[in-house]
């Protein structure tokens, strides 16, 4: 059974940084999109980035400039690097991940995710 467990969350004060990690365990796929998205309490859930298997990478305007993903193939691992964290970055975070996503497909908080983890908790303060 695939899972993805998210971890790295916790309590930032503003201007902070934060590494999240979701590690994939289960079984490994040769193509992949994977992505990061986040949930703040009465919002909807917003995507925040998305890598392929060639290390392509996409971000949602509103996200560029602070927020960076990255894998570990080796290590079955996504990372999310968070820096100058604002109040507003608060939210549960998820990871999510689609297998067989094959080379050339758009990969992006739009694509149709079919794995995701239980979230971490992130707490950024003024």
């Known amino acids: 059974q695939v899972r993805l467990v998210e971890s790295g969350g916790g309590s930032v004060q503003s201007g902070g940084s934060l590494r999240l990690s979701c590690v994939v365990s289960g079984y490994t796929y040769k193509h992949y999109c994977m992505g990061w998205f986040r949930q703040a309490p009465g919002k909807e859930r917003e995507g925040i980035a998305a890598i392929d298997t060639d290390g392509s990478t996409t971000y949602p305007d509103s996200m560029k400039g602070r927020f960076t993903v990255s894998t570990d193939n080796a290590n079955n691992t996504l990372y999310l690097q968070m820096n100058s964290l604002r109040p507003e970055d608060t939210g549960m975070y998820y990871c999510?991940?689609?297998?067989?996503?094959?080379?050339?497909?758009?990969?992006?908080?739009?694509?149709?995710?079919?794995?995701w983890g239980q979230g971490t908790q992130v707490n950024v303060s003024s």
């Open positions: 999510a991940a689609r297998w067989w996503h094959l080379p050339g497909l758009p990969c992006n908080e739009q694509t149709d995710f079919g794995y």
